[in-house]
């Protein structure tokens, strides 16, 4: 009988669809892939200090202290980033590290503090005064976005979200021009649209008041424009 893979036979059109399709679902993962990924983990960095390559400082007034310490409950052992100051809006940057899009990730511990026991990144960084910043809140177990211009916080976005104190989370977000999107524990609780800081910054982590919060596993990668 007949090839059934002559051209234009019903199995040879499912052939070039697949094929195809394939071609396409290769091109839109190609767009989402990110470039100058890194991972900080704070284990090759000396106890006692800041780690290498990073800036610290306070959004408004207050003495911060960010150090390298060891601790057993390291997601990845020995050391972790600790804030163990207090100030308005503790922060700690990487310079180096500028990105207009992408993502940011860190896992952080909220171990205590009576006026918050917040656990924050930062991205598109510009100095300590102007970024944007999420975080999420053991005493009030919520996640909240924020810009902050010329020194001052202002709220985008609440949302009650489970935060158990002395346990270790993930905080991630993904931004890509107005776009923003904030998981917490793998689960997704704030998408939205925010033009107030545009262009490349720095990334870091950030804490409030006299929160004493514990930080590991560090990463962050711009997206790769196609």
């Avoid at 893979?5 to 052939?15: H, Q, T």
């Avoid at 290498?52 to 150090?67: A, N």
């Avoid at 390291?74 to 992408?102: H, I, M, Y």
């Amino acid at each position: 009988g007949p090839s059934p893979w002559r051209e234009g036979s019903k199995d040879s059109r499912v052939v070039k669809f697949r094929t195809a399709f394939l071609i396409f679902a290769i091109a839109i993962i190609a767009t989402m892939t990110t470039s100058h990924a890194e991972t900080f983990s704070f284990d090759s960095d000396a106890p006692g200090a800041l780690p290498k390559g990073w800036r610290q400082g306070v959004t408004g007034r207050g003495s911060p202290r960010w150090t390298v310490e060891p601790d057993a409950s390291a997601p990845s052992r020995p050391n972790v980033l600790r804030q163990s100051g207090s100030g308005t809006f503790p922060w700690c940057v990487r310079p180096e590290a500028t990105l207009a899009d992408g993502y940011v990730e860190v896992k952080f511990k909220p171990l205590s503090g009576h006026e918050d026991q917040a656990g924050g990144v930062v991205w598109r960084w510009k100095d300590g005064n102007n970024y944007y910043v999420a975080r999420a809140n053991a005493l009030e177990n919520n996640v909240s976005l924020y810009y902050t211009e010329n020194g001052r916080r202002n709220t985008i976005k609440y949302v009650d979200a489970p935060v158990p104190g002395n346990v270790w989370h993930s905080l991630r977000i993904e931004f890509s021009g107005k776009k923003i999107r904030v998981i917490l524990d793998g689960k997704p609780y704030i998408e939205v649209d925010d033009g107030h800081i545009g262009g490349a910054g720095a990334v870091g982590v950030w804490t409030k008041a006299d929160s004493v919060t514990l930080f590991d596993d560090f990463s962050y990668g711009a997206a790769t424009a196609r």
